[in-house]
């Protein structure tokens, strides 16, 4: 390659660094998300959360659902629906233990809620898989959300992959629960 055409190249490579500078100004930056918003109230963010004791016979489930609006769904119980709607086993044990409470704690408490989940870390998946190495056999927690546009999902037990954020998620869930844990 000759001289010339290396440098024609290198001239129209600097042309488009200003296109890059005005662009990142305009706000189309990197495509790396900050985890830790502020979270602004939301009919569309919501949170699901799945806690189970393990160490009872049969498995007791807890779980809650909170919705943007301030709608609260807590279900517990042993049956297999509190954790899935479409669960077909009907004749498995436990399967009519079920108590289900609404509740409605208004939007702005729902977003105190969140905005307390992702300064924990709710959101940022690059801290996990950074927990303890001790697999915990007798609770489980698991967490869905989708906050400010945000999806999130951990399937793994967040015992173990990220204890802080855990004991926060446990905290919501006892918030709902009238009953020891």
């Known amino acids: 390659m000759n001289m010339s055409r290396i440098l024609r190249k290198l001239s129209c490579g600097l042309r488009l660094l ?3 500078a005005l662009l990142a100004l305009a706000g189309c930056g990197p495509f790396w998300v900050n985890p830790y ?3 602004t109230e939301s009919q569309l963010n919501w949170v699901e959360i799945h806690y189970y004791r393990m ?3 049969p498995v007791r489930r807890t779980s809650v659902f909170i919705s943007g609006t301030g709608h609260v769904v807590f279900k517990k119980g042993a049956s297999e629906l ?3 709607d479409f669960a077909k086993r009907n004749e498995s044990e436990g399967w009519d233990d079920i108590q289900v409470r609404r509740h409605n704690i208004g939007s702005k ?3 105190d809620i969140f905005q307390n989940l992702v300064n924990y870390g709710l959101l940022d998946n690059e801290k996990h898989f950074k927990g303890t ?7 489980f927690m698991g967490v869905k959300a989708s906050i400010g546009n945000l999806a999130y999902t951990e399937q793994a037990n967040i015992f173990e992959v990220d204890p802080d954020l855990a004991e926060q998620l446990l905290d919501v869930v006892r918030e709902f629960d009238c009953s020891a844990l």
């Not at 190495?133 to 609770?139: H, L």
């Open 18 to 20: 200003p296109l890059a």
């Open 37 to 39: 918003i502020t979270v």
């Open 55 to 57: 160490d009872r016979t």
């Open 82 to 84: 509190i954790s899935n």
């Open 109 to 111: 408490h729902a977003n």
């Open 133 to 139: 190495k001790t697999p915990r056999k007798d609770r």
